[in-house]
């Protein structure tokens, strides 16, 4: 998989996109992530990619012409699956959405920023567009990170344990259950029985029970929108 995020803050994530699972997915050859600065696609010679919004409104715009030309460019050596856009009035981020794009072979995320971008960049290029959250950040290269890295650690192959992968909270629609290791008694705080007891059976019921409790107890929008 290739993902290119485009940003005007290259910066906020390079360092997100060199250590821990993403840095060790790139190592293997099982994923690639390019940063392009939208200010090397600027003909201003001071290197904005913003300006004022027609209509008097406040705050900045993004430019369509610096993003044109970078989507163009990118596009002219290869197809893309999804372009998308990091809005807050984009599509709810969640992990059926993380696996779909998990089996594309190449993405591009345009970073929102300023008041937003000129919508003209939305109706003609943009071909999903995505929300982690109802609230605003300064820009969009922190949505960006948190959408590779859900992509691309449940690659095959990037997690040694795929099984891990598979067992976390949301991939059955359920919370995870709770998690314990040594040791077995800690300040009079015991693991429970079950978890000590090697019936594999029992335990993975155990397992299930508690991870429909907490998913009723803490989330239950996400029982009502399973049985949907």
Not at 126 to 153: F, H, P
Request: glycine letters at 8%; aromatic letters at 8%; one cysteine or more.
């Amino acid at each position: 998989m290739r993902i290119d995020i485009l940003t005007v803050l290259p910066e906020m994530i390079d360092g997100m996109i060199h250590c821990s699972i993403l840095q060790r997915a790139q190592e293997k050859g099982l994923a690639e992530i390019f940063l392009h600065n939208l200010r090397d696609y600027t003909t201003n010679k001071w290197r904005r990619v913003d300006d004022y919004p027609f209509g008097g409104e406040a705050g900045m715009v993004m430019q369509i012409e610096p993003v044109d030309k970078a989507i163009s460019m990118l596009k002219a050596e290869r197809h893309y699956d999804e372009i998308i856009y990091t809005s807050p009035d984009g599509e709810p981020f969640n992990q059926p959405v993380a696996n779909h794009l998990s089996m594309l072979n190449n993405i591009i995320i345009l970073c929102g920023h300023y008041k937003g971008v000129d919508y003209r960049i939305r109706e003609h290029f943009i071909t999903k567009e995505i929300s982690i959250g109802d609230y605003v950040l300064t820009g969009g290269e922190l949505a960006a990170a948190v959408i590779a890295d859900a992509i691309i650690r449940i690659i095959p192959g990037v997690i040694g344990d795929e099984q891990s992968a598979l067992s976390d909270s949301f991939q059955d629609g359920l919370l995870a259950p709770p998690v314990y290791t040594r040791p077995a008694e800690y300040k009079g705080w015991n693991v429970p029985d079950i978890l000590l007891s090697g019936h594999e059976r029992k335990i993975q019921e155990w397992r299930l029970q508690q991870a429909r409790e907490r998913t009723e107890r803490l989330r239950p929008d996400l029982l009502n929108n399973s049985t949907k």
